[in-house]
């Protein structure tokens, strides 16, 4: 089906789209996914509970994008008028809203009044999307995003709402997030790969399973295509892209990068990403000798990553839990070696020995040798670059997987 054709045959299909801040750095793929939805014949209107700071905004930021989504906290005077004109307008939606919003919350004062703000946020979207005529609100991850979309369709039975599950945030504490509650009462649920499809499984009715399905997250295919890379291949040019977190277990590549000095392998390492654990990280990259070879440079905007995959000649994840990783996806596409743990959804990505290398996660050992093999076998990492192009290519462009997507929401809505 042509472009053209995709806009007439899609041109009634309107939904929102619900974000915790948006447009932010952190959340592109969701803007990307929303720019591709559009692209394929869907009227997605942007919401957000808050606006991003400066900092989440990020270098770059869509101005468009910030004037076109609806801030439900956008003003204490603006959202205490939204409620109490649904209190008079629909006074039985509001008090089914907010016992529906203490009976989801966990015990504690704390945790009650919180979800009395989301009922009061829940409130004003239902409102909202009552006036734009709006009946269908999507949400990405299992967050308060997704609390305020189930107390929206509580608040006014018109609205509908459905859900994208990432894992692995919200298979940690499933019963606080109310991840059953939750996925149960979404029209359908969007998982981006089958092991985040079995876990959604794992702690609801299977009754819903019929509504859980694998979409894949995508990526713009010739943002990544078009890279021209200049690694140096006298040495290994490392590059990893995360949030510095425990779970990203980077002491590990930390230890395995000084297990290839000690072998004399000649080594650089550029770190994108910030957190909590910086400090803790550049100690830990002195106390092992190797803070010479180690760039932190914190977070980039998005448009700054097919620049650093020019230059790197490898890109390493060594994260104790992962989803389904774009930066994955990313690198594989502009023809940058991969080297992952074999953790959550990343198997399903990163075929060990065909498009990549995974590794056990936590093992000092098995990323050290991976490491070395990379730097050892030129040929045999020659020809996994080029299986993981047509991966990404058949798997994970963004206007194929937001044509499924769309194909499901023409399915339920």
Known sequence: MRADDEQTASSALRVAYLNTRYPAVSHTFIQREIDALRNVGVDVVPFSIRKPTVGELGAGADDREIDETFYILDGPLAVAGSFLRAL??????VLRTLVTSQRLSPGGLGLRFRHFAYAIEAVRLAGEMRRRKLRHVHVHMANNGAMVALLAAACDRQ??????VHGSDEFFDVHRLRLKEKAEAATFVRCISEFCRAQVMAWTDPDAWADFHVIHCGIPLENFAA????????ALQILTIGRLDPIKAFPVLFEALRRLQEREVPWSLRMIGDGPERERLVALARRLGIHAQVDFLGSIAP???PKELERAGLLVLPSCNEGLPVVLMEAMAAGVPVIATRVGGVAELVQDDITGRTVDAGSEDALTAALFEVWESPDEVSRRVEAAKEKVKVDFDVLDTSRALRDLFERYL
């Open 88 to 93: 008079f307008v629909r006074p039985l939606g």
């Open 159 to 164: 609205v509908e709402y459905s859900l994208t």
């Open 227 to 234: 890279v021209k890379r200049t690694a140096d291949a006298e």
């Open 303 to 305: 448009s700054g990553v």
